[in-house]
């Protein structure tokens, strides 16, 4: 007898006990008094939704999505997916200039890529920063993330050959970050798993995996975009038997998570072999391969849970690889937002939120004061240099730098 | 991946054998599907009816302040009920009659403390009682929010302004020897209750509120930074889906996020809870543990689990996973020898009673012994 199969809600929203567990969790609710918060959002909004749409309340835009009430929620309901899927179906005001160009990460890399030391200088002026505040609503405080003048995929490619060479391949979903702001974080990738005896390939072609979409009101251009990358993952994970490694927490959540829960799109053939390369080394590491570290390396290493990770639950992973390197100081930073949850810090009218939602990491951070914040999320990573002065580097990249020649 | 213990729960029996577990030099791994009946926490560990030294010392060494004398406390709804073992913020008497005039103070937009319903229990106990609702700038705030107003908002605000109310309930104060507060205070700083205490020429007493529990809320945060700082593993938000067993033994856990990457380890406890937390699943026809498909004690008879007076003892609230003398957990009636189950899992925890704390403190120590002594 299988009657609960039979019963089961959408995103579970019928298991809400009304507990509030999830209210003491959202770090929205803490700064942001318009935000009406995950139950009423969700669980509670829903049961009224489903009989009217009229009962869709705009302030669902207030929410991160950074899943913290799920991660919290005794009884299994997908309360963040609840929020987004109700914006996805009940909101379908136009999304604004702003949040188009915030959302097309990919676009954007392509335009600004031949002219990215303008771009860069352009962005970093005051007089730059104020004409987009005053025109596009976004905040003159931010620091915006420099572009690269070569793309990684066009770097990697020019090693094809050396990466096939190894007798054991990955494929990499590196995303938009790697390919047009911080190919380094890339070439640090193929620089630890050639180490390991792993070599590595692109994918035929990946897309945005579509996250800014998503939270953006542009869910048809983010669904245009997982039928696409699910089709290419499937190319490398069906066809030719290969895992694929990502370095990006929120892409990896996104790619795993919400094209199934949040887009509809069928993942379950790539699913189980999308990993994220620290967990992939760890692995490695586990069933024998060795790594020879530096002697001389020594850093005191904070490392920050980001929000989709903490969704994943591998953090483990980088911490214990981080652990393991000689000469590592390792202090685990108390599990919370920074506040920037991908372009949402960027609006103006969410900047005041979004650093007080960060401000306990920061002082945290502060407090520990380590020579690096370790982070496996682009996004936290503008968000804490800006507000910390610290430099973040991705577990990644340590890695690589804690290895001997 | 690898540890000396791995516990699937991560409430106060699992944090309890966790802590424990690291300070004996284990490598622990605590696998918690959200968060856990501590945010319901009266603030009193009931059914201790004596406190090893070793529960105080694993209080202490989390920063948990912890006061032992045997009594009442008094409840959210103005009744009482006998306590020994409490936080220091949650008060006990040794008689009901604790005070001759009594101020209870709330806040304006606040609905989840009930100050009528306390003053009634307490005038019929023979103290009198004055309510008053002091409004604050800094809670209208909170208000204007299409959000209700729940504790942990309000004591994130108290954290901040504690010093203003002290100042509020001074200038309100006439007669009266006792003020009842809601145990809104103390969520990050935990000196700040005992600073109230300090700051207000009356005797001062905490009452509880509605979920969710501020004081349970730092009980946990306490525990959980001491697991971190013992080096323990908490894997907080994942879920553990099945255990292969191996030769009558548990050889690992699989879990939802984890996937094919399953945790190993020599010992294992269960500290899933109840039906609440989903330690315990029922269907129309059986109560079953989902993880390791233990043997369950409960009525074969549908009818006979429940009372169909609301207010009377609930059988199936006695009902749980069965287990031998040492704890270990019974499958086909074979205990699994590697396998502890501690906590409100156990059942015959009744709600009513308060006794689910001092079950969970107690249990995981038996388990702790017996991973111990192996």
Redesign the interface.
């Known amino acids: 007898?299988k009657?609960?199969e039979y019963t089961e809600s959408r995103h579970n929203f019928e298991e809400c006990?009304k507990?509030?567990?999830c209210?003491?969790?959202c770090p929205v609710?803490?700064v942001?008094?318009?935000?009406?918060?995950p139950k009423?959002a969700g669980p509670d909004g829903e049961r009224l939704r489903l009989k009217d749409p009229w009962f869709f309340?705009y302030?669902l835009k207030y929410c991160m999505n950074c899943k913290r009430c799920?991660?919290?929620?005794?009884?299994?309901v997908r309360v963040a997916d609840l929020i987004q899927s109700a914006r996805i179906r009940y909101d379908h005001t136009k999304p604004k200039l702003r949040d188009r160009i915030l959302a097309s990460t990919d676009l954007m890399g392509k335009l600004t890529r031949p002219v990215a030391p303008v771009v860069n200088g352009v962005t970093g002026l005051k007089i730059a920063k104020s004409a987009m505040d005053a025109m596009l609503k976004i905040d003159h405080r931010r620091t915006f993330p420099k572009y690269s003048g070569r793309s990684f995929e066009a770097w990697l490619r020019s090693h094809e050959k050396e990466q096939a060479a190894f007798p054991k391949q990955v494929a990499y979903f590196h995303g938009c970050y790697v390919n047009y702001n911080h190919p380094d974080l890339g070439k640090d990738l193929v620089k630890v798993l050639n180490a390991l005896g792993v070599g590595v390939q692109l994918l035929d072609h990946e897309k945005c995996c579509g996250i800014a979409m998503i939270t953006n009101g542009m869910s048809e251009q983010a669904t245009r975009h997982a039928v696409h990358n699910i089709a290419v993952l499937k190319k490398a994970v069906v066809d030719k038997g290969l895992t694929v490694v990502t370095t990006s927490s929120s892409c990896t959540l996104t790619l795993r998570e919400e094209y199934p829960n949040l887009l509809g799109v069928d993942n379950s053939a790539v699913h189980?072999s999308l990993l994220m390369a620290t967990?992939y080394i760890y692995?490695r590491l586990?069933a024998g391969a060795k790594f020879r570290f530096r002697t001389d390396f020594h850093k005191k290493i904070a490392y920050h849970v980001p929000c989709h990770m903490?969704?994943?639950?591998?953090s483990?992973f980088s911490e214990?690889l981080l652990r393991m390197i000689p000469g590592v100081e390792f202090t685990?930073l108390d599990?919370a937002c920074c506040g920037i949850a991908g372009t949402y810090g960027f609006k103006k009218e969410n900047y005041e939120a979004s650093q007080a939602v960060g401000e306990p990491l920061f002082e945290q951070i502060r407090s520990v004061n380590p020579d690096i914040v370790a982070c496996d999320c682009e996004t936290c990573k503008w968000q804490i240099e800006m507000s910390t002065g610290y430099s973040v580097i991705n577990p990644i990249s340590i890695l690589a730098q804690a290895l001997a020649e | 991946m690898r540890f000396d213990t791995v516990i699937i729960g991560g409430g106060l029996a699992g944090l309890v054998s966790g802590i424990s577990l690291q300070q004996a030099g284990q490598q622990t791994a605590i696998i918690s599907t959200g968060q856990n009946a501590l945010h319901f926490f009266s603030g009193s560990f009931e059914s201790m009816q004596e406190v090893p030294k070793r529960t105080l010392d694993l209080f202490a060494g989390a920063g948990i302040r912890v006061h032992y004398n045997p009594g009442v406390r008094l409840t959210p709804l103005g009744t009482f009920r006998e306590a020994a073992l409490s936080l220091e913020d949650t008060s006990l008497f040794p008689t009901p009659r604790f005070a001759d005039k009594i101020l209870i103070v709330s806040f304006a937009g606040y609905l989840d403390f009930f100050t009528s319903f306390l003053a009634e229990g307490l005038e019929k106990q023979g103290m009198s009682c004055r309510i008053c609702v002091l409004n604050l700038p800094e809670l209208e705030k909170l208000e204007q929010g299409p959000s209700e107003v729940r504790s942990v908002q309000i004591a994130r605000t108290m954290d901040r302004i504690w010093e203003k109310v002290v100042q509020e309930i001074r200038a309100l104060l006439r007669d009266e020897d006792t003020v009842i507060l809601p145990q809104v205070f103390g969520l990050q700083d935990i000196s700040v209750p005992g600073r109230i205490r300090q700051g207000v020429p009356a005797r001062v007493v905490f009452a509880g509120t509605m979920p969710p529990s501020v004081p349970g809320i730092r009980t946990q945060m306490l525990l959980k930074q001491r697991l971190r700082v013992l080096g323990g593993t908490y894997l907080m938000g994942d879920e553990a889906t099945r255990a292969n067993i191996v030769d009558g033994k548990v050889h690992s856990i699989v879990t939802r996020n984890l996937g094919s990457h399953c945790l190993e380890a020599d010992n294992f406890i269960l500290a899933t809870g109840s039906y609440f937390s989903k330690g315990l699943k029922t269907n129309p026809f059986s109560i079953f543990e989902p993880v390791f498909g233990l043997d369950v004690e409960y009525d074969e008879d549908r009818n006979r689990w429940y009372d169909p007076a609301f207010a009377n003892d609930q059988p199936y609230m006695n009902y749980g996973v069965r287990t031998d003398a040492a704890l270990h957990g019974l499958h086909k009636g074979k205990p699994i020898g590697n396998l502890f189950v501690a906590g409100s899992i156990l059942g015959n925890t009744r709600p009513d009673l308060g006794s689910g704390a001092g079950l969970a403190i107690r249990s995981a120590q038996v388990a702790v012994d017996q991973i111990l002594s192996l």
């Open positions: 007898m009657l609960q006990m507990c509030t567990v209210t003491a969790y609710l803490q942001n008094p318009l935000y009406p918060g009423q309340n302030a799920e991660v919290a929620c005794p009884s299994g189980d967990r692995e586990e903490e969704r994943l639950g591998w483990i214990r685990l599990s």
